[in-house]
């Protein structure tokens, strides 16, 4: 929920309490101007130093301890408007000190809750107008002095620039999250390698670069020989420690534009740019040995091995779904002469071995 304890609701009440201490201690400037030519009681002036200098710090503590911090933090913004309007009718809406506190609050709501907010404000303020009246009497003051204006530049200039600073660091919070929400949606959970789709359309971008550009380029298919009597054997969770050990081979196998992915199960799908059929069948053979030398301290006989499938690209290529395919033929052909190697589409070498 939005006013989860440990959640957004903090998290909200948190960004509102820098720009609320500036905001009302700037703001305590305009209203003390303001009210300065009418001589109001000394109840008044603490009520003014209570409203802009404890008040924000009150709010915080109360909206904090909360069990729901976003609600009363909503809560905390409308009795700031309440006071704003509060004040705007006790120095007799004298325009200048009245347009800047309000417009200043208005603003905040807007940006803390959007119209509902803003509407709800905008009646706080005359509620807090109507309670003004009621203790000071109507009045009108239309002249504002130099002490006025000068009171309210630091509300014009200063406020705008710390509300503009929140909402800058939230846009880039929020970015922030957008791009690990995108990336773990382009992720397999277990292996932390591309999954299936994302790997898929980045296969078409690049065989749409070789097509355009004429470049090299390789793809492997890999599947773990017997996977199906590890899980069996062992379990699965011995299962899927064997799939992330063999991703954990794979990123330290991998230059900065190669891409890896799991293509469903037991199965990997690499693809390597700029790479021919030697150093792709170098690079694989490599790999297979890499993983057929690895031991589980824990589980001394379990062991892995691996066959692998590649195609190199080519111009009579129509899609990259026929260029997949070969990789798939030659991942059964290698499966199919006793697995555990390398093999390329088309019969362009023979299963490798590195001496």
Same mark, same amino acid.
Request: proline share 5%; aromatic share 8%.
């Given at each position: 929920?939005?006013d989860?304890?440990?959640?957004k609701?903090?998290?909200?009440?948190?960004?509102?309490?820098?720009?609320?201490?500036?905001?009302? /201690?700037?703001?305590?400037?305009?209203? $003390?101007?303001?009210?300065?030519?009418?001589?109001?009681?000394?109840?008044?002036?603490?009520?003014?130093?209570?409203?802009?200098?404890?008040?924000?710090?009150?709010?915080?503590?109360?909206?904090?301890?909360?069990?729901?911090?976003?609600?009363?933090?909503?809560?905390?913004?409308?009795?700031?408007?309440?006071?704003?309007?509060?004040?705007?009718?006790?120095?007799?809406?004298?325009?200048l000190?009245?347009?800047?506190?309000?417009?200043?609050?208005?603003?905040?709501?807007v940006?803390?809750? /959007?119209?509902?907010?803003?509407? !709800?404000?905008?009646?706080?303020?005359?509620?807090?107008?109507?309670?003004? %009246?009621? #203790?000071?009497?109507?009045?009108l003051?239309?002249?504002?002095?130099?002490?006025?204006?000068?009171?309210?530049?630091?509300?014009?200039?200063?406020?705008?620039?710390?509300?503009?600073?929140v909402?800058?660091?939230?846009?880039?919070?929020?970015?922030?999250?957008?791009?690990?929400l995108?990336?773990?949606?382009?992720?397999?959970? %277990?292996?932390g390698?591309?999954?299936?789709?994302?790997?898929? +359309?980045? %296969?078409l971008? !690049?065989?749409? $670069?070789?097509?355009q550009?004429?470049?090299?380029?390789?793809?492997?298919?890999? +599947?773990?020989?017997?996977?199906?009597a590890?899980?069996?054997?062992?379990g699965?969770?011995?299962?899927?420690c064997?799939?992330?050990?063999?991703? %954990?081979?794979?990123?330290?196998l991998?230059?900065?534009?190669d891409?890896?992915?799991?293509?469903?199960? +037991?199965?990997?799908?690499?693809?390597?740019?700029?790479?021919?059929q030697?150093?792709?069948?170098?690079?694989?053979?490599?790999?297979?040995?890499?993983?057929s030398?690895?031991?589980?301290?824990?589980?001394?006989? #379990?062991?892995?091995?691996?066959?692998?499938g590649l195609?190199?690209?080519?111009?009579?290529?129509?899609?990259?779904?026929?260029? #997949?395919?070969?990789? +798939?033929?030659?991942?059964?052909?290698?499966?199919?002469?006793?697995?555990?190697?390398?093999?390329?589409?088309?019969?362009?070498?023979?299963?490798?071995?590195?001496?």
């Open positions: 929920m939005i989860n304890r440990s959640g609701g903090l998290s909200f009440v948190r960004r509102i309490y820098v720009p609320r201490i500036i905001g009302m /201690g700037i703001g305590l400037l305009s209203v $003390m101007a303001a009210m300065a030519p009418l001589h109001p009681a000394p109840w008044v002036w603490l009520l003014m130093l209570f409203n802009g200098l404890v008040w924000p710090h009150l709010a915080y503590q109360w909206a904090i301890r909360s069990p729901a911090p976003y609600h009363a933090e909503q809560r905390n913004l409308l009795l700031d408007s309440l006071g704003g309007g509060f004040w705007a009718a006790a120095f007799h809406f004298n325009p000190p009245t347009v800047t506190i309000l417009s200043m609050m208005t603003m905040n709501n940006s803390a809750g /959007g119209k509902r907010l803003l509407l !709800r404000g905008v009646l706080a303020q005359v509620v807090g107008m109507l309670l003004a %009246l009621a #203790l000071f009497g109507p009045g003051q239309l002249q504002a002095t130099s002490l006025q204006v000068y009171a309210c530049l630091p509300m014009l200039t200063l406020y705008p620039v710390a509300l503009g600073w909402c800058y660091r939230l846009a880039i919070k929020l970015a922030e999250h957008k791009g690990r995108s990336a773990l949606s382009r992720t397999d959970s %277990l292996t390698l591309l999954n299936h789709g994302s790997w898929k +359309d980045l %296969l971008l !690049r065989f749409q $670069m070789c097509q550009q004429r470049t090299p380029a390789v793809i492997a298919l890999i +599947d773990i020989d017997h996977f199906k590890i899980n069996d054997t062992f699965h969770v011995v299962g899927d064997v799939l992330r050990q063999l991703s %954990l081979e794979i990123r330290h991998l230059r900065a534009d891409l890896a992915g799991r293509y469903g199960g +037991d199965e990997f799908c690499l693809i390597l740019p700029d790479t021919d030697h150093q792709a069948g170098l690079a694989m053979e490599r790999l297979r040995q890499q993983v030398a690895y031991r589980n301290p824990q589980l001394p006989e #379990l062991r892995i091995s691996l066959s692998i195609s190199v690209y080519h111009e009579s290529l129509k899609t990259p779904e026929q260029w #997949l395919e070969d990789a +798939d033929k030659a991942l059964y052909a290698a499966k199919h002469q006793g697995r555990n190697q390398v093999n390329f589409a088309h019969r362009e070498v023979v299963p490798l071995r590195l001496a």
